[in-house]
């Protein structure tokens, strides 16, 4: 099973400060996205990058940067938090071609 | 871009019984099928997936039904198990060679299984 590793699982931010959600892949995926999980929206889309270098936006990216150094890393930055970016977090990574989709465990995030 | 849209957002059925999630799109190039399982404080797990080649796929008491005139797909379980109560999400993606995997997902469908 492939791995991807999210940290931290929990974080409790204050409105207006700094949030990094960090991803880490071991499967030499090219494909990394973020997508966030809230009741009555399913996941939704935020950032995703096709490699190292690259960040696309995704359907929901307004108040969201992505960075993605290095083909195993893809961090999801919150410049200017605030309460309705609580939510849980799911970052993903896929091959090229292979559409399947490997979840990390999710990011619970509350913005107070 | 895409639109999925997913029905029913809770689905509550007897052990042994079957159960089935439809879902529609809108964007009539979509050519990737997917469903995802999510269990209680678990990540979602692909479970099976179909594309636009085809109109059925069986696999381990799952079936997913295709109709692309109708721009519809289904999910169904036939012989309910406890251990299928979770959430279920339909979604789907254009995936053209290097643009893969951008999945437009459904909101969801909480199934309950009961003995």
């Known amino acids: 099973e492939a791995a991807v590793t999210q940290s931290p699982r929990n974080k409790v931010a204050v409105t207006g400060g700094k949030v990094t959600l960090s991803c880490n892949q071991t499967?030499?995926?090219?494909?990394m996205y973020w997508y966030r999980q809230d009741t009555g929206h399913g996941l939704r889309l935020i950032h995703y990058?096709?490699?190292?270098?690259?960040?696309e936006k995704g359907d929901i990216p307004d108040g969201y940067k992505a960075s993605r150094p290095s083909q195993e890393n893809f961090s999801l930055i919150l410049e200017l938090a605030t309460p309705s970016q609580t939510s849980v977090y799911f970052c993903?990574?896929?091959?090229?071609?292979?559409?399947?989709?490997?979840f990390g465990h999710g990011t619970k995030l509350s913005v107070l | 871009g895409e639109q999925v849209e997913q029905l029913p957002s809770i689905l509550r059925v007897q052990e042994g019984s079957s159960a089935s999630i439809n879902c529609t799109y809108e964007?009539?190039?979509?050519?990737?099928f997917p469903w995802y399982k999510q269990e209680p404080g678990e990540n979602p797990k692909l479970i099976i997936d179909?594309?636009?080649?085809?109109e059925r796929k069986q696999t381990q008491g799952l079936i997913v039904l295709l109709d692309k005139k109708a721009k519809r797909f289904s999910l169904h379980i036939t012989d309910t198990q406890p251990g299928d109560s979770a959430m279920y999400f339909c979604?789907?993606?254009?995936?053209?060679?290097?643009?893969?995997?951008?999945?437009?997902f459904g909101h969801g469908t909480i199934l309950r299984v009961h003995p």
């Open positions: 993903a990574s896929g091959g090229t071609g292979h559409e399947r989709l490997f």
């Open positions: 499967n030499n995926h090219n494909n």
């Open positions: 990058s096709y490699g190292a270098g690259s960040t």
């Open positions: 964007n009539s190039a979509s050519n990737y």
């Open positions: 179909i594309r636009s080649n085809m």
């Open positions: 979604a789907a993606s254009l995936n053209t060679g290097a643009n893969t995997g951008k999945l437009t």
